[in-house]
Structure formats: structure tokens, C-alpha cells
């Protein structure tokens, strides 16, 4: 139940919980969903709360322990319970707000598992400045389990829209953001690479390019990084840059084509011509250098750079079949690639930089892909790739696919992400993680998902899907932020694409729905957080 849906149950007269329940929620929901509204300020029906309270079957157990004989909640309520929470985590800065809940129920047993029971309640205590605990459900969904199973107290969480991240000097960003800090004063003079991997909304750089812009704003350009070959598919897009090419080549899409060799790119385009020619052309100003990345290996072709007036033709040949990133240092600002004609040449990534601080974006995406397609990539060349481009932080966004998925395995999805994500961290020790849940979206092909207006159901896998991304993100003690919570939560892509934010598939957004994603992500993730943090403005 939304804050907006509160305050019109509270105006026709119906208390939030008595509204949950007439439409469904079991008891456990709708208590939480009351809890919030009064904890927001929707409603002041405290007597329609205590109702709620009351209606939960009370246990023996002591305010201290949680009783073990209570089930633990089904997970599409811990779901619901999540979202909730975020209300709640925004109110929390309101302490008149929380006295309030504190003086107007009374706290019945708690009904939690045995696990987080103890911690939630002497959190609450803690917290509310009361003599009387609130009551276990309010300050679970308040804080989060990810809190409590860190063993944090709640004052360590940041309150931002749509994120959970603990701060402090061991926090999952705590040296990505030292690193834009040093930035910031002066103190570090290399750059900052971020490498986010993903979707079409990473693909199309609709979405990274408004990260890339802000961040670069703040804290200096280092130019554009790596990027995917020109024009290997329709929507691939590269902000920044303009790329073309000529002549005879031959473009792979590991989602279309199984057999490798593969990058962290996940594309690849080959010629043995010599006439063939890629050029990219930096749209932002000269470059210091441009590099390739290519295949290497006994009968392997190598490539010529030329750049600023300097050529340079670089050999692929090796015993064994691999990957090389080369380099020609030039002040220029246009670069052409081409086979060197000594055999079959293949481009996995090229790319440009400055040699001055501040940050480089780099983005890689297949339009269609889910996590799965990397499972055809070469562990060898992602890991060359990914030690090349040194990233400082490396963001995970896959999920709107999978999502989509009626028949999706979770487990498996899982399995998969997480193998994923340990071949990146060993390429890269360096580099923080975060991880970017899925946005809203809307499907009219199933009838079996929860229902929203105008005959659109929100796809039945993609909450889990949500849900699996950040319980690795936990697990990896990574960043995580909950791109449907930025947006609103559930179904409210309907009403981004009718003021023009979300396209009309309900899928994908608008240049303009992607800006305020952008800037959401930023805010609440990637910057340095500082004392006194409170939520972004919803951009729902």
C-alpha cells in the first residue's frame, strides 16, 4: 500500500489496516502496511492500528526474545514487508513521528523468527528513546534485515530512496568513495573507472550515460573508456562518441551466437581485410590515447592504430589463444582501427582517455541479455578484459530480462549471477561492487502476475528477481539500489509513461525517465554519503 493509497483510505474513513484487509492483505500485511501510514504521517487513526495489533494471535514470549514457535513470514510478505519498510526508513527522521507510534500502542509479543527477534527489539529500544519497546514488526520493516543480520545498529544505515547500504570506513563503497573524495581534494591524480555491465538499459547507454555525465561534472573527465565495436547491433550506443565503420566485417552477439571467443563485451567483429576500417570520433574534445582490445593466438591477425598523425601496427601473434589490450599514445581527436592483414583479425573492445584525474564510465550491455548469456564468454578474456580496464567500481545490472521470465529458476539465476560476479572480483580486488535491482515494469503477455491499471500485471518472477539481487549484494557486502523503489514500487512505470518517463512497452524508459534514474542512482549510491543523509526526492 502506497503512502498515497493511505491517505485515501484515511480520508473515506477507513483505517489502512481495515483497507488491507477488505482487499485481500493477510493480517501480518496489513498490519505493516497501518504501521506505516501512521509512521508517515498518512493517518492519525491509532485506534484503526491497534485493531491490527490486536487482530495478531499475541505470544507468551518476553519483549527481550522473540518466541521460536512463531512461523517465519512467507516470502512474498517479507516482500511487502520491504517495501513498507522503506516508508517507514523515511520517516524514521521524524522523532515526534516515532514517539507518536511509541505512545499509541501497546506492544504485543513479537513475531519474528527466534533469529531476529532479540536484536530487532533491543534495536527499537534503542532507538525509540522510550522505556517501551516498539513493537518487532515496525522496527524490522523500519530498518531492514540486512541491518540486523550485520549486526548494525540503525543510525549505520543510510536513509536514501531506494538503497540499503551500511556507511561507514568498512562500508561496500567505503574505497570507491574515498577514491572520488581524493579526487575532490586534489590528493589523487589517476582516474576513477567504473564498469557497468548489463542489459538494454545499459546497452543503449540510455541509462549509464546520465550517471557518466553527473559524475563527470563532479569530479573531471577522464574521457570515455572502452566501448563496445562500432556498430555490431541496432541500439548499441556509446555516449560521448561517434563510431562508424567500412569494408568487409563480420559482427557476433554471444546472445545470438553461442560459440565464442568472447570478452567482457560480449561482441566481437573480425575482418581479414585490410580495407576495412572502424573510426571513432570523440564528441567531447581530444584524447591523450586510444587502444583495442583483440584476440591473440598462433594464426591470429593483429591491428594498425592511427591517431594524430601516428600509426602503429600491433601483432596478435601468441602460442596459445588469449587477449591483449594495446595502446598508442596520441593527442587527437578522431582514431581509425584496422586489420593489420596478417590474418583474421578480431576487435573485442576499443577505446580512448585522457591522462588527467577524474572519472571514466565505462558501459557494456546487450539489448535482450540476461545474466545467462555470459556463461559463452571466455573466463580468460573477461578476466584480461577487466584487469585492462581496472575499474574501482563494477556494477552489476542484469535482472529486467530474467524478470520477464514466467519459468525463471531463481536458484539457477542466482547460481549464475554469483559465478558471474567471483570472475569479476578476482579480475579485479581493487574495485568495489554494487548492484542495480531492476527496474519497475509492466507485462500484458501473463495473466498470473499482480494486477495494475489499464490491464498491465506486474511480471510474476521480477520482485524475486529484486529480491535475488540484493540478498548477493548483501552476501557480496556490495551496494545495492532498488531501481522500482526509486521509481515508486510496483506499477508505477504506468504512471511514468503517462507523464512521458516510461516508454510504452512499460519496459524501458524515456530519455527523460532515464536522466531521473540516473540522477536517483547517483544521489543515493555512488556518491560519498556525509552526516545528516536523508532520502532523495521520490521521483514518483
Known sequence: MTERNSQALAASGMGPYAGARRHGASR??????????LFAGCTDRSRDLEEALRSVKPSTSTHQQADASE?????????????????????????????????????????????????????????????????????????????????????????????????????????????????????????????HIGDSHVAADSFTRGIRSRLQAAYGDAGRGQVIPAKVFPYAGAAQVSMDRSGPWQAASSLKVKSGPYGVSGIRLSSSAKSAKMTLSSETG???????????????????????????????????PGSTTVRLAAKADSVTVSPAGDGTTTILDWG????????????????????????????????????AIAPDLIVYGYGTNEGYDDNLDLA??????????SILKAAAPQADLAFAGAADGLTRRSSRGPACAGGWRSPIKLAGVRETIEQLARDENAGFWDWSEAMGGRCKIDAWAERGLAAKDRVHLTAKGYDRSAESFVDGLLLPASKGDTPVASLN
Not at 514487508?81 to 509479543?109: F, Y
Not at 519497546?133 to 548494525?152: E, F, I, V
Open 286 to 320: 581530444p584524447f591523450d590515447w586510444a587502444s583495442v582490445t583483440m584476440v591473440t593466438g598462433p594464426k591470429a591477425g593483429g591491428v594498425t592504430i592511427s591517431a594524430g598523425g601516428k600509426s602503429q601496427t600491433f601483432s596478435a601473434r601468441a602460442d596459445k
Open 412 to 421: 539457477a539465476y542466482r547460481k549464475t549471477a554469483a559465478r558471474f560476479v
Open 28 to 37: 501480518q500485511i496489513a498490519v505493516l502496511m497501518a504501521a506505516a501510514a
Open 71 to 195: 512461523p517465519a513470514l512467507p516470502r512474498a510478505e517479507r516482500l511487502a514487508a520491504g517495501k513498507s519498510g522503506r516508508i517507514l526508513r523515511q520517516a524514521a527522521t521524524d522523532r515526534a513521528q516515532a514517539e507518536k507510534v511509541m505512545a499509541a500502542v501497546a506492544p504485543p509479543a513479537p513475531l519474528l523468527t527466534a533469529e531476529l527477534g532479540s536484536r530487532v527489539v533491543a534495536g527499537a529500544a534503542a532507538q525509540s528513546g522510550t522505556q517501551r519497546p516498539a513493537h518487532p514488526l515496525l522496527m524490522a520493516t523500519a530498518y531492514g534485515s540486512d541491518g540486523l543480520n550485520r549486526g548494525l545498529t540503525p543510525p549505520d544505515l543510510v536513509k536514501r530512496k531506494g538503497v540499503e547500504m551500511p556507511t561507514g570506513d568498512d562500508g561496500p563503497l567505503a574505497r570507491f568513495h574515498a577514491k572520488l573524495a581524493a579526487l575532490k581534494n586534489g590528493t589523487r591524480r589517476e582516474p576513477v573507472t567504473i564498469l
Open 352 to 387: 580512448t582517455g585522457r591522462d588527467v584525474p577524474g572519472v571514466r564510465y565505462v558501459n557494456f550491455g546487450i539489448v535482450g541479455a540476461t545474466v545467462d548469456v555470459t556463461k559463452r564468454w571466455d573466463e580468460t578474456l573477461v578476466a584480461n578484459d577487466v584487469r
